[in-house]
């Protein structure tokens, strides 16, 4: 009823990839999701999918573009690398129109051990909910940039210190004892 991927290596797909096989489990490798069209949705889940766990992979979106749409889902690591330096190159979280409210947002994308923006790559949290539950640089953006469009985003480690990544957020939350900002 669901797939495990328990590759330690890379698993490239490129285009558009669909998880329609019920739940699905990645293991300690990388899943690589590349694709170069403006608007591309290069990771959807099928109306049968429940489920994506990325263990303690890495999902890295890769190509470039603008508007490439992110899945709404839980993410191990994070990695957003375009594969050219000419432009900047867009991801935007919200595929299904999501909104926040001082109540909360319709849509979660929760990132429990790192996101990564490396060069040229800039990410669009467009209204919806970012939790980031890891310890240490959860949120490490190496010359990208981030716009938070209305999103809220929540750093929520209760116990082990977490650094609080600098930039402009407009609905921030902070949660845990060993939390401070860098």
């Known amino acids: ?26 293991g ?3 899943l690589q999701f590349n694709n170069a069209n403006t608007n591309a949705v ?18 890295t979106f890769t190509g470039t573009g603008g508007g490439i749409r992110i899945a709404t889902t839980t993410y191990y690591n994070l990695t957003f690398t375009p594969t050219s330096t000419a432009a900047i190159s867009t991801y935007r979280f919200n595929i299904g129109g999501s909104t926040c409210t001082t109540g909360g947002c319709t849509a979660t994308t929760t990132v429990s051990n790192a996101l990564t923006l490396n060069g040229y790559a800039q990410a669009n949290f467009d209204r919806v909910a970012l ?14 940039t981030f ?28 949660s845990g004892t060993g939390i401070t900002k860098t």
Do not use: C, H, M, W
């Not at 290069?42 to 890495?58: I, N, R, S, V």
């Not at 716009?147 to 902070?174: C, D, P, Q, R, S």
């Open 1 to 26: 009823n669901g797939v495990t991927l328990r590759a330690s290596t890379t698993v490239r797909l490129v285009g558009t990839s669909t998880l329609k096989l019920g739940d699905a489990t990645y």
């Open 28 to 30: 300690s490798g990388t």
């Open 42 to 59: 290069p990771f959807q889940f099928g109306t049968t999918t429940t489920a994506f766990t990325a263990a303690t992979g890495t999902v």
């Open 131 to 144: 939790i980031l539950s890891g310890s240490g640089t959860v949120f490490e953006k190496a010359n990208g």
């Open 147 to 174: 716009v938070a469009n209305g999103a809220l985003v929540k750093y929520t480690n209760a116990g082990t210190a977490t650094n609080i990544a600098t930039g402009t957020y407009e609905n921030l939350v902070i």
